[in-house]
Each structure stands twice: as C-alpha cells, then as structure tokens.
C-alpha cells in the first residue's frame, strides 16, 4: 500500500504564479521528508526537505510546510518559472536510511 | 559536486536473457540503492545496500538481484529478463552523514523484448 499519496498528478500554472503541491502519508513513523525535482531523461534531483520537528522550511522560491496532525506536506513555489517544468516527487523516511516515494505530480509552467 | 554514472542510458534485451545494470559513485557514499520508474507508479525500491557486501532488499526485489563487491560500486542483475522487467532504472547513493538526500544517476531505459 501507498505511504506516501500524490494527488492530482498533473498542474499547469502561469509563469509567476504560485505553484502549490500536496501530499498525504499514512505512515506515523516518518522524521523527515523531501521534494525531488525530476526532468525528462534525468534521474531526480533534490530540492527541498523538512525535519519532523519543524513546521516549514523555506529555500529561495521554494519552501516546504509540514503538518504532521494532518499527515499532510506541501510545496510551494513561487513564482513560478519555465523552469520549474518537472515532475516533483515527494518521499519520506522514518529513520532508516531508505525513503517512499509518492507517484510524482508533474508541473507544466505557462510562459 | 557527486557523480553517479550509470553503465547504459537504454538497453535492449530478450526475454530469459541475464541483464546486468552497473553504478558507480564518486563521492564515496556508504549508501547505495536501485529504483524502477513506471509510469502512475512511481519510484519504487528493488534493492538497497549500506555497506560493501551488504544488501536488504526493498519493496519490490523479486526477479532481481544485486553485488556490491566495492564501495564505489552496486550492480543490479535481472537473472533472468521478463517482459514486466521493463522499466526505468534509477540508481541512487547517499552518504552516512546525510542519509536521506539521495543522489541518482541518469537512469538506464530498459527494454525487455
């Protein structure tokens, strides 16, 4: 069964806008949790991660909010770029060095 | 910055054929692990590896197997090649100091006919 839930597999947001991606775990022992970035015939890249203990982190356009209540994360970026065009991976560890990933949400933004 | 190369960006394969995927990383990371990419799937784990000569498997190693005979080094080996093998492989690796920062390979686009 899925850890690790993406919804809305798909997003297209005009350039400057905000771009918000969601995501649900079911598993109460995740620490820490990440967004990975992946373009087309290109392994994924990290982009952002947030501890347990925090509650948002933020790095340039990018910044991660974290629920632990809800089970729920999400990434916003803003604003947006061509760029940022990709798919987005959201994955999570519950301290054992290996991480679930979710399905991936792809990004397409408007020019 | 760390590299991770992998031996093939596509390959080509017949059924029953014994395929061998091999990855190497620069940055002498402790940890090293296999992906496939399927589409609506996902990254899902094959195999994993902490350790020269060491292996767990992962959520999905059935078909598969793995050799980590140096650090550097973790090859991923289908005995024998069936068309549900087909896939995106990814490897990644990761150091014992940041262990869920994973850095991935290109990836090798394998084709089982």
Known sequence: DQQV???????????????????????????????????PAEGPTFLISISSIKDKNEDGRF??????????????????????????????SDGNNRLAFGKGNQVVVIP | DVKVTQSSRYLVKRTGEKVFLECVQDMDHENMFWYRQDPGLGLRLIYFSYDVKMKEKGDIPEGYSVSREKKERFSL????????????????SSSGRSP?????????????T
């Open chain 1, 5 to 39: 839930k993406q919804n809305s597999p798909s997003l297209s947001v005009q350039e400057g806008r905000i771009s918000i991606l969601n995501c649900d775990y079911t598993n109460s022992m995740f620490d820490y949790f990440l967004w990975y970035k992946k373009y």
């Open chain 1, 63 to 92: 910044t991660v909010f974290l629920n632990k209540s809800a089970k729920h994360l999400s990434l916003h970026i803003v604003p947006s770029q061509p760029g940022d065009s990709a798919v987005y991976f959201c994955a999570a």
């Open chain 2, 77 to 92: 080996i289908l005995e024998s090649a069936s068309t549900n093998q087909t896939s995106m492989y990814l490897c990644a």
């Open chain 2, 100 to 112: 869920y920062e994973q850095y991935f390979g290109p990836g090798t686009r394998l084709t089982v």
